[in-house]
């Protein structure tokens, strides 16, 4: 019997270790990404961002998906706000894997994409909308205990200088057969304890993110950003024991909003004398938190329709009187 703990810390048991158990990055985080796509004009594809699938349990208590009942939990589209925003109301597509390469969903526009409470906050959701007749091989991160909160960055020591990793579209690089989503690293450099002003759909807001040393482009808004705590690491930033040869747990840190540029004058050769503005890709990353995904994920009116599918599903399924 093989105990799994690297995803969240979640316990899964196994007869033999799993495939991928020395792999650097678990298939678990390739598999759950997607790219969204809009149609500005007629036989034109445009990469909007990433998006990923991101399952809750029936029950807010349980630790992650599985069957209660004989009903399994519920999935979400997760991205950034101003993704969603950009595709609100037009149709579009969802780059996505199945058994045989890559396949399109097709999204009309009547897409219902549920935005946090908090307009200073970029995330959006909406209801898993692959069905089984699909067969994707898309899978979704199936453990609420993977999102990191303030309780676990106490408890895992988690801070400055801890290993982060995203998964997200290359968007240079999607007429292909087959997704490949790009893995990009770095380390956490900012710790949300206080508010940056970021950009979101054209308004500037004071909002709460982590900073991340890494390099980010378009199509990466809205890809999930994870981190691998460092072994040993207390809340003072100390770390004490030994580090050990042993998987590593990886938790969801946050999604990807954007980055910061910088901006440079280089000589333009057709201005005698004169110069051309660019901007140059600071390195530093925005990552909104995770807790914000579970907020917008955990709304009353969102709550509501789970209960209500669920009783739906009782209804039709569940066992009858006699």
């Known amino acids: 019997m093989y105990v799994d703990t690297r995803l969240g810390g979640v316990k899964r048991y ?8 020395n792999m650097r990055i678990q298939n678990a985080f390739l598999d759950c990404v997607v790219f969204l796509i809009s149609h500005p ?58 058994k ?11 897409n219902k994409w549920i935005f946090h409470e908090d307009p200073t906050v970029d995330v959006a959701v909406m209801n898993c909308p692959f ?17 990191i909160t303030p309780d676990k960055i106490n408890r895992l020591g988690i801070g400055i200088g801890d290993e982060v990793f995203s998964v997200a579209l290359f968007a240079d690089f999607i ?13 956490i450099a900012m710790m949300p304890e206080d508010k940056l002003e970021i950009k979101i759909s054209g308004d500037w ?18 890809s999930p950003v994870f981190v691998v705590p460092t072994p040993g690491a207390k809340s ?10 042993v998987p590593r747990e990886t938790y969801l840190l946050g999604l990807t909003h954007g980055h910061w540029d910088i901006e440079y004058k280089v000589p333009n050769l057709h201005l005698h004398g004169g110069f051309t503005q660019v901007d140059v890709n600071s390195g ?18 969102l709550e509501q329709e789970r209960e209500k599918s669920r009783q739906e599903w009782l209804e039709k399924n569940g066992p009858k009187p006699d």
């Open 14 to 21: 196994y007869a033999n270790q799993p495939k991928d158990y």
């Open 41 to 98: 004009t007629l036989g034109i594809d445009k990469p909007e961002g990433t998006a990923f699938l991101f399952g809750i349990p029936l029950k807010k208590e349980d630790q992650e998906v599985t069957a209660r009942e004989g009903f399994m939990g519920f999935y979400y589209l997760v991205t950034a706000g101003h993704v969603a925003t950009a595709l609100r109301g037009k149709s579009f597509t969802i780059l996505v894997n199945n």
């Open 100 to 110: 045989d390469g890559q396949t399109r969903i097709k999204c009309d526009e009547e």
């Open 131 to 147: 069905r089984e007749e699909d067969k994707l091989t898309v899978r979704g991160l199936s453990s609420q205990n993977l999102a």
């Open 175 to 187: 007429d292909t057969k087959k997704n490949w989503p790009i893995l990009r690293t770095g380390s």
């Open 205 to 222: 807001v004071k909002a709460e993110v982590y900073l991340v040393e890494s390099r980010s482009i378009g199509g990466m808004s809205g």
């Open 236 to 245: 003072d930033g100390t770390i004490s024991g030994y580090l050990q040869a």
């Open 284 to 301: 530093i990353c925005v990552v909104i938190p995770a807790t914000k995904i579970m907020e917008t994920i955990y709304q009353p009116k």
